[in-house]
């Protein structure tokens, strides 16, 4: 999936939503300690400046240098490639070794990784007790557009996207969690969690070309854009007579989080 967010990579940065603050203080508050957290498939690093807040050193890894070139930087935390073909042992080895995290977190990703083997080193490197693994999730369900991202542009979208992908647009539900829950969501019932994000239409429509399907789509040689264009047309008419001027759009995110059995 590396090659899918390698060209979009310095739009990603600016177009994909921050997450709210207040998650991440959330998620500080379930952990014993706060030295070490791992942000896997860090992206362009928006969840790792956030964290980063709340511990004293973040490790970032991701499978897409393109991704990482553009990654948001800070001093505390560290940015690292991860190539596809590191053993589980080389990953314990590269995250800090057994029993050294205190906080494991995942953003909109962990529907592209080999999700046993990301367990087995989760179940490894987080500390025990005290150490937690939360991942969340959006798709095209943005209020107040939701009926119209959600149901007509997905379906639109639906033959350029990865199999993958579907666990997102299932908000989770399928995703197999092997947790003890700690109050964020259980496996089969992620906790429901918004995030409101000021957006112009602009920003909206540049949000949708980010995704791996617009990449998808041109290498099949299909012109996205005007695939979409009857949908975002309904939308713009929606939106209002200032489509320059921001709205508050509410994406409603989903989340799990637990600690080792």
């Known amino acids: 999936m590396a090659g899918l967010y390698e060209k979009p990579s310095e739009t990603y940065v600016k177009k994909r939503p921050r997450y709210p603050k207040e998650w991440f203080s959330m998620l500080a508050s379930l952990t014993a300690g706060h030295h070490r ?4 498939g860090c992206g362009s690093g928006q969840a790792s400046v956030s964290i980063a807040e709340h511990y004293e050193s973040v490790l970032a890894t991701d499978v897409s240098e393109g991704q990482l070139r553009h990654a948001i930087a800070d001093p505390k935390v560290r940015y690292l490639h991860t190539p596809v073909e590191l053993s589980e042992d080389e990953l314990v080895a590269l995250v800090g070794g057994e029993g050294s ?10 529907h592209w ?3 046993p083997l990301f367990y087995a080193v989760v ?6 007790p005290g150490g937690v693994l939360a991942v969340w999730g959006y798709n095209y369900d943005i209020h107040p557009f939701g009926d119209k991202l959600q149901g ?3 379906g639109a979208m639906r033959p350029f996207m990865d199999p993958r992908t579907r666990l997102a647009m299932e908000r989770y539900r399928q995703l197999p969690f092997p947790f003890e829950p700690v109050g964020v969501g259980r496996e089969g019932e992620p906790a429901d969690v918004d995030m409101e994000v000021d957006m112009t239409l602009e920003d909206l429509a540049g949000f949708v070309m980010t995704g791996s399907v617009a990449t998808t789509a041109r290498e099949k040689g299909v012109d996205l854009p005007a695939l979409v264009k009857d949908v975002m047309k309904e939308v713009e008419e929606e939106w209002g007579d200032q489509p320059t001027v921001p709205r508050k759009l509410v994406f409603k995110a989903f989340m799990l989080a637990g600690k080792p059995k």
Do not use: E, G, M, Q
């Open 37 to 40: 957290a791992w942000d896997a």
């Open 123 to 128: 179940n490894r490197v987080l500390k025990k």
């Open 152 to 154: 007509t542009l997905y």
């Open 113 to 115: 990784f080999d999700v």
């Open 101 to 110: 995290l205190d906080l494991v977190i995942v953003a909109t990703s962990i």
